[in-house]
């Protein structure tokens, strides 16, 4: 069964260093999504990406943030300096023409 | 008012039990809806998508009421593997084929021997 995959699984970094999440989304898939859980809230919608450019964007998505689909293939999340806030499990998602949303299993992000 | 709220539980139950979930939604306008599963540390998988005129899947049955803007998730004769976190979502109203997801914060269930 095809699924949404996610490296790194846990990335640590410094405050004010840039990372770069990596999603691969189900190969036929159209739309794409992050979003983020931060430890014991709820799930959080920060981006969604269609035909190569964003649909919607969620206040916490500001000018740090930035996605992009570089080779058809992935779909990547850059934060380009990080805050302790930043931490969170983030979520990749992607959705077919059937409408359901398939997660990735997510990336740990630890700001120190 | 939070746009999707549910009561966060915990909900400590055993086996065989039969547990009922609540959750609201502010946003009358809302499209579609939900229940997801989450387990400790990792992704929300979907469980069902709720209907108005109600549906059931094996022991899970999801009912919504538009006009009290009302949703809920029924589990009868609950296992042990029941035991996570049941996440209401919503699609709000947009247009254009994608779907932003609007979470709960999540219905703790824990179903002991």
């Known amino acids: 069964e095809p699924e949404v995959t996610q490296t790194p699984s846990h990335q640590v970094t410094q405050m004010g260093q840039e990372v770069i999440l990596r999603c691969v989304p189900i190969?036929?898939?159209?739309?794409f999504y992050w979003y983020r859980q931060i430890l014991g809230q709820k799930v959080e919608f920060l981006v969604s990406f269609y035909n190569n450019e964003i649909s919607e964007k969620s206040e916490i998505f500001d000018d740090q943030f930035s996605v992009e689909r570089p080779d058809g293939s992935n779909f990547t999340l850059k934060i380009r300096s990080t805050k302790l806030e930043d931490s969170a499990m983030y979520f990749c998602a992607s959705q077919g023409t059937g409408g359901e949303q398939f997660f990735g299993p997510g990336t740990r992000l630890t700001v120190l | 008012r939070k746009e999707v709220e549910q009561d966060p539980g915990p909900f400590n139950v055993p086996e065989g039990a039969t547990v009922a979930f609540n959750c609201t939604y502010s946003?009358?306008?809302?499209?579609?809806f939900f229940w997801y599963r989450q387990d400790c540390r990792k992704e929300p998988k979907l469980l069902m998508s709720v209907y108005s005129s109600g549906n059931e899947d094996g022991r899970f049955t999801a009912q919504l009421n538009r006009a009290s803007q009302y949703i809920s998730l029924l589990i009868r004769d609950s296992k042990l593997s029941d035991s996570a976190t049941y996440l209401c979502v919503v699609i709000g109203p947009v247009s254009g084929g994608y779907n932003k997801l609007i979470f709960g914060a999540g219905t703790r269930l824990a179903v002991h021997p």
């Open positions: 946003n009358s306008a809302s499209q579609s």
């Open positions: 190969s036929n898939h159209l739309y």
